[in-house]
């Protein structure tokens, strides 16, 4: 046995698929001795991933509406609680969204996305502001 044996989540491991270390998406070993890969001339070599690629979790953009209404303040206050971004941040954001009609608040997962929104109208409920908030496919 003198197959370099790549470790896995390390370079040189992996499948060449372009991302960094998913635990179980395929990264690793491509065999072992006596399954079959590898082994020329093996007639009949099982060809089967023995750990079936899993797909990454779609990604959602979680957006911001503008509004005449609420006040620049309690955007940025939002963004800075919610989206944990830097208080210059969130000005640009906000400032963005204030000038261009909508902006991305942040990209997650789809029920991380969902708990964003939900937490953003709440807040702006409670306070009785307007503003809306959405999701959509990144
Ligand atoms: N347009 C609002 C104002 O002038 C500010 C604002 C910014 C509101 C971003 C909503 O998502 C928003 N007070």
Known sequence: MNEAQPIPGLPGGG????????????????GHP???????????AIAERVRPKLKKPPLYKVLMLNDDYTPMEFVVYLLMQLFHMSQDRAEQIMLHIHTRGLGVCGVFPREIAETKVRQTLELARKNQHPLQCTMERA
Do not use: W
């Not at 006596?34 to 009949?44: K, Q, R, S, T, Y």
């Open 34 to 44: 006596g399954d079959g890969a590898g082994d020329a001339g093996n007639i009949g």
């Open 15 to 30: 499948d060449r698929d372009g991302d960094i270390g998913h635990p179980g998406d395929g990264a690793g070993n491509p």
